[in-house]
Each structure stands twice: as C-alpha cells, then as structure tokens.
C-alpha cells in the first residue's frame, strides 16, 4: 500500500512538473486584467501564502477576516504598483518560501493574534508580493492593469477562505484547518531547502 502511494505521487509530481516556467507570460486573450486573475490562481507561490493568509485571518475571528479582506488586497495593489515603477525586484528568490512558512507555522499553531498583528502580516505580505508580480509585470512588457486583476483575485480568496474559515463551530473542523496551516508549513519548508540547494 505505502509502495503503491509513492509510485502514486511520484507519477502526479511528473506529470504535473512543469517544462520550462514562464511568470507573468500567460494570456487569456481577454485583456490584462483577466489576465492578472488567471496568474494568480495558476501561480502557486502567489496563491497559497494568500490561502495561508486566509486562513489565520479567519482562525482569529470576524475583525481580523474583515481587515485582511481589504487590507491584503491593497497592499498587493500598493507593492504591486511600487514593483511595477522600479522594474526590479530586490528580494531573494526564497522569500515566497518563508511567506508559506511563517504564515503556514502561526495558522498551525492556532494562538489568538491581535489584529495588528495579522494586520502587518496582510500588509508585508502583500508589499511583497505585489512588488515581486508587479516587476515581473514590467520586465515582460506588460500593462500595469493587471495588477487590478491579481488584487481582485486576492481579494476573491480572502472572502471566501476567511468567512469559510470564521463560520466554523465545531472543533473538528477548527482541526482541520490547522492540519491546513501545518501541509502550508512544510510546503514551505521543502521550497526553501529546494531554493538554498539551487545556490549551493
């Protein structure tokens, strides 16, 4: 059985291991703005630390959700803009990896954040990732619009994953979004020891 779910997810690491990488490039043909919203939910280092930020965010009750909902959004668009301007992105490649990390550890362990806490959280991590998409964005020649996509698709995730997350009453289930947070973690984990062994 433990053979057969390795050889399981060795083929799905396979198939789903991409050919050649290309971020920001992709093009729904509908314009920037789709096209924004389609990066981000195709691109698992900009999505998952936004789950991951969801889900602390709702562990740690209504206001807190509420903050993130309109605070993660607009500091992606902020950073975004910001990244967009200077064309560069100064941060090393495995600071998405910590994002996961951290945001994943704190959801795991499940303590009780004050909202300026979690607030800063939404605020750093949004400045950082709307700096790294929005100098990609400029890099490859691509409208700045886009970045307007990419912050309503975060904002989209937040209200669902949140509000989701806020409504649960059993512990059970309080459980299971901590089990969530602790995957996020190790996802997180393995991509940074995956990024320093690449500079080695």
């Not at 309109?70 to 992105?89: D, E, K, N, R, S």
């Not at 704190?106 to 959280?121: C, F, M, N």
């Amino acid at each position: 059985m433990r053979r057969r779910v390795l050889v399981a997810g060795a083929g799905a690491a396979l198939l789903l291991w991409p050919g050649s990488a290309h971020a920001h490039l992709m093009t729904t043909g509908l314009g920037p703005v789709y096209d924004g919203i389609s990066h981000l939910f195709l691109t698992f280092d900009d999505l998952l630390p936004v789950v991951a930020m969801a889900l602390l965010a709702g562990l740690n009750g209504p206001v807190t959700g509420r903050r993130a909902l309109f605070i993660l959004p607009a500091a992606w668009l902020t950073g975004g803009a910001a990244g967009y301007l200077t064309g560069v992105a100064p941060l090393p490649a495995g600071v998405t990896s910590l994002s996961l990390l951290v945001l994943g550890i704190l959801t795991a362990a499940d303590r009780k954040l004050a909202p300026a806490v979690v607030t800063a959280l939404a605020v750093a991590l949004g400045m950082v990732h709307g700096w790294l998409n929005g100098a990609a964005i400029a890099l490859a020649g691509r409208e700045a619009s886009g970045l307007v996509g990419i912050a309503g698709a975060v904002f989209l995730i937040v209200a669902l994953v949140s509000a989701l997350v806020v409504s649960l009453e059993r512990s059970w289930t309080r459980i299971a979004v901590r089990v969530a947070g602790s995957w996020i973690a190790a996802i997180g984990l393995f991509l940074l020891g995956w990024t320093l062994r690449g500079r080695a």
